[in-house]
């Protein structure tokens, strides 16, 4: 079992670097396909045309192939949970040099780098126990450019709601080109520091693009948020144009009545996800 787990850690690695998923890669065809601004869509087509050559050379999309995370829901009966983190961990290991992939875990203090993308809570992975007796877990490899210019915000509780969008428009005005846009902005509210931070990533890396959040409400202001950010103008990679971020998803938790934090998360265009479900008897498939 512990084998079958790394098997198909590896190859959900290997797709998440190498094959954008359609949701993204159709809504960036559709950036280009209205876009009017020529140094824009001469970017947004390089874009399209690295993606074209990462599929035909099974080569990683970026140079840049991320820190990985895994968000795993272990089944109660899934008889092979006790091999779940180390195989994971493993499967970095072994992904790092067959696929191949670039050594990016760095101790903070030695600043020396493990060589072979572990290390200290390296690669991350987030657990949830669920029903059922299998085993099924989301690879994202997130690049630096992506994660530099998380934002977290503490805004009054009383005024939380109304700061809200000032809030998302500042980060991304920040943020500029560094996230490498068109982005997915995930927006986190409420919760503790690190529950909206979490759910921000969350919802960035692993809602596909295209999708209404549950919440009719929220699905009104994340429309809202997308159109007042693209009329911003920093356009694909900072250089103009009409599309900013292919989406911006928005989760909450309940909070304590004297918090209201909002984090701002941003996931580049190439938001690289691959999915694995890996059956009782060791059998796995790959999603994306």
Known sequence: MADAIERAAVEAIRRAVIYLPPDVKMALIKAYEREENDVARAQLKSILDNIELAEKMARPMCQDTGMITFYVDVGYDFPGARYVRDSLV??????????????NSVHPFKNVNTGDNTGRYSPQIHWE??????LKFTVVPRGGGSEYPTALHMVPPGRGLDVLREVVLE????????PCPPTIVGVGVGGSVETAVFIAKKAAALRKVGTLNEDPELAVLERELTEAINEL???????GGKTTVLAVHIDYAHRHPATYPVAVVFQCW?????????????????LQ
């Open 90 to 103: 493993n499967s970095a290991r072994v992904a790092t040099q067959s696929v191949p992939l670039r050594p």
């Open 129 to 134: 126990l669920v029903p059922g007796d299998s």
């Open 171 to 178: 980060s991304v005005l920040r943020a500029g080109a560094m």
């Open 233 to 239: 103008g920093i356009g694909v990679m900072g250089l």
């Open 270 to 286: 190439a938001a690289r996800r691959a999915t694995a479900i890996v059956e009782p008897g060791g059998d796995f498939q790959i």
